[in-house]
């Protein structure tokens, strides 16, 4: 039992990792999830999903070139699994010139992945506690090198990744959770601005209800532009990441591959990074 100081100490790390916790929720990660019978026992079956990829061009070397970085997986003693972008590898050269970069989550033996991330559609659709349906919902794709050098290759084959549906499956547990079986569907050329203007006007969802505060919220959005990962993406320094309570009190464990779910000094640095 903590008392005195080691209460007041436990409780402020708590908070600071809440705080870590709900700036972090931004875009939901897409994954496909393993079923549960109605029991709620595993099935070893998996979801499936039909995806439309919003971005994803071939650059000048003749390959995807999407944003980069690279992230640590992390399981928080407070309950929970957490994406960290490694400040340490993400950002070497700062990390050269500055302790401040140093990683307290490489100190603990985690090895960071570097991680590619694409905007997605998903088509599946879900139902709100308040009873609204949501046919489909924009969400952000997180590939490691293995899915990578896959969607690589569908993209070089195709012209890009941008405009393509797939439908995506797991062939077993310990495969990549975003998905190992991409059944290429469709591509719809983004490249010409009708079928682009069908697209964005296909994925626009109008919302209307109230806001946390009790304020009627009325607002229309086009799902079909890619997330801006600059603000998706959050960039601690270890500095910061040790004030969290990372490298102290944190429990580092390796994982297969991603799971669901700013005071940065260097943001521009890793904007640029991006």
Known sequence: MKTGEESHKAHEEQKAKQAVRNEE????????????????????????????????????????????????NVYLTTGGWQNIVCPEQTLPNKAKESAAYKC????????????SVFTVID?????????????????????KPQTFELLNKLAVKRGGLAGCRFDVSRSGPKTAQVGDVFD????????????????????TQSFKGKDKDGKEVNKTLNLWEPLDYTKEIVFRTGDELRKSGFGSVTTSV?????????????????????
């Open 104 to 115: 307290p989550i490489c100190e603990s033996q985690n090895k960071a992945a570097l991680v």
């Open 25 to 72: 929720r931004k875009a939901f990660r897409f994954f496909l999830q393993e079923q549960k019978d109605a029991s709620g026992n595993k099935t070893g079956k998996y979801d499936e999903a039909s995806i439309w990829f919003v971005d994803g061009a071939i650059g000048k070397y003749g390959a995807l070139n999407p944003p980069r970085f690279y992230e640590h």
């Open 254 to 274: 390796p994982v297969v591959d991603n799971t669901p779910d700013d005071s940065s000094v260097s943001g521009s640095d890793f904007e640029q990074h991006l």
């Open 123 to 143: 088509t599946r659709s879900y139902t709100t506690k308040n009873g609204i349906v949501i046919p489909f919902t924009r969400k952000l794709f997180v590939a």
């Open 184 to 203: 290429f569907q469709e591509r719809a050329d983004v490249s010409n601005p009708e079928i682009l203007k069908a697209l964005q006007a296909k994925f």
